[in-house]
T-cell receptor, first 111, second 118 residues
Framework: GEDVEQSLFLSVREGDSSVINCTYT??????LYWYKQEPGAGLQLLTY?????DMKQDQRLTVLLNKKDKHLSLRIADTQTGDSAIYFC???????????FGTGTRLKVLA | SAVISQKPSRDICQRGTSLTIQCQVD?????MFWYRQQPGQSLTLIAT?????????ESGFVIDKFPISRPNLTFSTLTVSNMSPEDSSIYLC???????????????FGEGSRLTVL
């Protein structure tokens, strides 16, 4: 079945870049997403990428997609303490309304 | 965008009791989704609620345990029945709206209802 995996924790220093990685199994996914969850809040869409793209940049965020290896990454440049949150990778299942979420990566930014 | 309000935001419940979570959306939507987020785990879809029909449950979830109502296009409830400590989790209500270009959707989530079952 479909599966999305992420590492659970990442710690970086303020001002450094953060790279959060994700692997997925469903090769038919047409879109992949990054959601952010701050403490006590629901998830909020950060960015998404179409499966025929290799890269997407949005201000401090860069998404890289390696479709051959089914690997997705999110790079946050100049990481700030406000970026501390849980980041979820997700894929939409083609032909359905379903999304498969990863376990989430808890990013901690050290001042 | 969509603004989703959930109540209660958190509760502590006794084993064997039931609790109903309410979800209110600020716009009319066809489908509403209920997710469970267990500690340290990913979000798992419980069911999809369409207005005017019975909810569609995912594998591992049944109506007797998680009855859902969808009386109109802006509101839904999820009941967690006969709770046990294993039901301690965050329950999230969600809707999907189209992104610009209409080729994919964006999920909007409520803030979640954190249930602790003793």
């Amino acid at each position: 079945g479909e599966d999305v995996e992420q590492s659970l924790f990442l710690s970086v220093r303020e001002g450094d870049s953060s790279v959060i990685n994700c692997t997925y199994t469903d090769s038919s996914s047409t879109y992949l997403y990054w959601y952010k969850q701050e403490p006590g809040a629901g998830l909020q869409l950060l960015t998404y990428i179409f499966s025929n793209m290799d890269m997407k940049q949005d201000q401090r965020l860069t998404v890289l997609l390696n479709k051959k290896d089914k690997h997705l990454s999110l790079r946050i440049a100049d990481t700030q303490t406000g970026d501390s949150a849980i980041y979820f990778c997700a894929e939409s299942i083609k032909g359905t309304y379903k999304y498969i979420f990863g376990t989430g990566t808890r990013l901690k930014v050290l001042a | 965008s969509a603004v989703i309000s959930q109540k209660p935001s958190r509760d502590i419940c006794q084993r064997g009791t039931s609790l109903t979570i309410q979800c209110q959306v600020d716009s009319q939507v066809t489908m509403m989704f209920w997710y469970r987020q267990q500690p340290g785990q990913s979000l798992t879809l419980i069911a999809t609620a369409n207005q005017g029909s019975e909810a569609t449950y995912e594998s591992g979830f049944v109506i007797d345990k998680f009855p859902i109502s969808r009386p109109n296009l802006t509101f839904s409830t999820l009941t967690v029945s006969n709770m046990s400590p294993e039901d301690s989790s965050i329950y999230l209500c969600s809707v999907e709206l189209g992104l610009a270009g209409g080729l994919t959707g964006e999920l909007f989530f409520g803030e979640g209802s954190r249930l602790t079952v003793l």
